[in-house]
C-alpha cells in the first residue's frame, strides 16, 4: 500500500509538461505539499542579484539609524499618525498624497510588469531577499545542498539530524528576531526599541505581544511556508498572466534552438545533434533543480516565475560544458525567440521606460514640494456679514498645520485685494506654531465696501516666515452686500 502511494507522490514530467497550467509544482494530485529542495545556484546573475541583496539589506539594517535633521529618515508610525519619508514630516492632513502615490505605484507596476515582466520579484522583493540569501543561505551552510538536504529529510531521526535541525531551527528563529527588530522600528522608532529594552517587558507588554506575534508569522513563512508565498498568496504572479504579451521581457526559454525538430534528448558522446534535428537542450533537468519554486521554465511563461535567473546560470554552466552557446535561458520576450533577434530597445519599449520615469518623477515631486505648513480659512456656516464706519467685515475660522519637526514663527497677510485687512482673534496678524502643530481660531477679515466689486470676491491670504518669505497662501471667497445697480 505505501509503495503505490509512494508511485502516486511522483510527478510525471512528461504529463506535467501538458498539464502544468492546472497543476502545482508544488502540490501532487492530492493536494499533499511537494517540497522544494533548490540547488544553490552558482553564475554571473547569482553574483549580481548576491550584490543587489546584499545592499538592500544594509540599507535596511542602517537606515532606521540614520537621522535627517533630528527626524528619521524612514518612520510610519501608523498608531501615533506620524510619518517621516527621508527626513520629512508626513501628517494625516497630506493622506491625499498616500492615496496618489498608491495610483502611481499601480499604474506603475502595471505599465513596468508588460514591459520587464517580473524583474522586481527576483532582484528587489523583501520576500526573494529574505529567502534565497538570508534563510536559504542558512539552510545551505548547515544542511548541505540539495542532494544533502533530500537525503538528510529521508534519513532516520537520529542524532546528526536532531542536532542539525535543532540548529537551523535556532539560527532561523534568531535571525526573524533581529530582522524583526529591524523593520518594527520602522514602526515605532529606534528610539521606542531602546525604550522598550531599557524599561522591560512589563511595561511595554502590548508591544511585545505584537513583536513576538509578527516574529512568529515571519518565523512560518521563511521556515515552512516559503516559496508558496509567492504561489499561493501574492497576487503579482496572476497580474502578470494579465498584463504580459509577446512583447514583455522575461525569463525564458529558447524553445526554437532548445527544442529543435525531434525535440530535446539527453546528451551522447559523439552523436551529431544537429543531423538528427536534436535541439541544444539535453533535458539535465539543472533549470529545475535550481528552481526556488519548484517550474519548468521549459513549460513556457508561468505564474510562480519569480524571474530570480538561477535557472540562467544552471544552463549557461551547463552549456559551456558541453562547449555550446550559452544564453538557452535568457531575458528575452517571446516574439525575439520566435524571430531570432536580439534584446534591443525598441520604440515600444522606450516609450513605456519614458512613462514609468515620468510617473516616478511626479510622484516624488508631489512628496517634496507640498508646503511645510498647511493654512485653511474656512467661512464660519450661519454667520452673515456686517458693516462697521464702510468696512465689510466676516468672521472666518483658520486652520495652520506645522508640518514640520521646527517651531515656526510665522504671520498673516491680505494679498488681495489691497486694502483688506486680517486679524487673528488672540493672535493679531503674528503667531507661533509649535512643531507637528495644528492651530485653530477664528480670524477677522475686513475690506473697504468701495472696494468690493461684486458680491462673491476672491481674496487671497498670504502665510509668510519671520523673514518675509511667503510659505503659504490660501484663496477663498469674501461674501459682501450686494451691488443694486438702476
Known amino acids: 500500500m505505501s509503495q503505490e502511494t509512494d508511485v502516486k507522490k511522483i510527478p510525471d514530467l512528461k504529463q506535467q509538461k501538458v498539464e502544468f497550467r492546472e497543476n502545482l509544482a508544488t502540490a501532487d494530485v492530492s493536494g499533499e505539499r511537494i517540497w522544494v529542495y533548490a540547488r544553490k545556484p552558482h553564475g554571473k546573475f547569482t553574483k549580481y542579484r548576491n ?19 533630528g527626524n528619521p529618515i524612514f518612520l510610519f508610525d501608523i498608531l501615533n499618525r506620524q510619518f517621516y519619508i527621508f527626513g520629512a514630516y508626513f501628517s494625516p492632513s497630506d493622506f491625499y498624497l498616500f492615496g496618489i502615490g498608491l495610483i502611481t505605484t499601480t499604474v506603475f507596476i502595471i505599465v513596468f510588469t508588460v514591459t520587464y515582466g517580473r524583474i522586481f520579484c527576483g532582484w528587489i522583493c523583501p ?32 542524532s546528526q539530524k536532531i542536532k542539525k535541525r535543532i540548529l537551523k531551527w535556532s539560527i532561523f528563529l534568531i535571525a526573524s528576531l533581529i530582522i524583526c527588530a529591524v523593520l518594527f522600528s520602522y514602526i515605532v522608532g529606534t528610539d521606542e526599541i531602546i525604550k522598550i529594552c531599557k524599561e522591560g ?16 508569522l515571519f518565523y512560518f513563512v521563511f521556515a515552512w511556508f516559503r516559496e508558496q508565498a509567492c504561489t499561493f498568496v501574492c497576487p503579482y504572479g496572476r497580474l502578470q498572466g494579465v498584463l504580459i504579451d509577446k512583447d514583455t ?79 538557452l535561458i535568457r531575458y528575452a520576450s517571446e516574439n525575439m525567440i520566435e524571430k531570432r533577434t536580439d534584446l534591443k530597445f525598441t520604440p515600444r519599449l522606450i516609450a513605456y521606460t519614458l512613462a514609468l520615469f515620468v510617473l516616478l518623477s511626479i510622484c516624488i515631486s508631489m512628496f517634496f514640494i507640498r508646503s511645510n505648513v498647511e493654512t485653511k480659512f474656512l467661512k464660519i456656516v450661519g454667520t452673515q456679514f456686517t458693516i462697521e464706519n464702510q468696512l465689510v467685515v466676516d468672521e472666518y475660522q483658520f486652520i495652520f498645520i506645522n508640518k514640520t519637526t521646527e517651531k515656526k514663527k510665522l504671520n498673516v497677510k491680505i494679498l488681495k485685494p489691497n486694502h483688506a485687512t486680517i486679524t487673528l482673534v488672540g493672535y493679531g496678524t503674528q503667531f507661533t506654531i509649535q512643531p507637528k502643530q495644528t492651530l485653530k481660531g477664528t480670524a477677522t477679515i475686513k475690506i473697504p465696501q468701495s472696494d468690493l466689486v461684486k458680491t462673491k470676491e476672491e481674496i487671497i491670504i498670504g502665510i509668510f516666515d519671520e523673514n518675509g518669505k511667503k510659505v503659504n497662501e490660501y484663496k477663498t471667497n469674501f461674501i459682501g452686500p450686494s451691488k443694486i445697480r438702476f
Open 249 to 327: 521581457i522575461n525569463i525564458a526559454y529558447d524553445f526554437v534552438r532548445g527544442e529543435g525538430t525531434a525535440g530535446r534528448a539527453s546528451w551522447r558522446k559523439n552523436e551529431d545533434r544537429k543531423a538528427l534535428g536534436k535541439g541544444d537542450c539535453i533535458d539535465c533537468k539543472q533549470c529545475v533543480e535550481v528552481c526556488p519554486t519548484g517550474i519548468d521554465i521549459r513549460n513556457g511563461s508561468q505564474l510562480e516565475c519569480v524571474n530570480c535567473t538561477a535557472c540562467i546560470d544552471a544552463c549557461d554552466m551547463v552549456m559551456s560544458k558541453m562547449k555550446m552557446p550559452t544564453g
Open 127 to 158: 520576500q526573494t531577499i529574505f529567502m534565497e540569501h538570508v534563510f536559504r543561505k542558512i539552510e545551505f551552510l548547515i544542511d548541505g545542498d540539495r542532494n544533502m538536504q533530500i537525503r538528510l529529510d529521508k534519513q532516520e531521526w537520529n
Open 201 to 216: 517587558i512589563s511595561k511595554n507588554i502590548t508591544l511585545v505581544i505584537v513583536y513576538i506575534i509578527f516574529t512568529a
Open 51 to 69: 550584490i543587489v541583496s546584499a545592499f538592500l539589506l544594509i540599507i535596511m539594517f542602517i537606515f532606521p539609524f540614520i537621522k535627517i535633521n
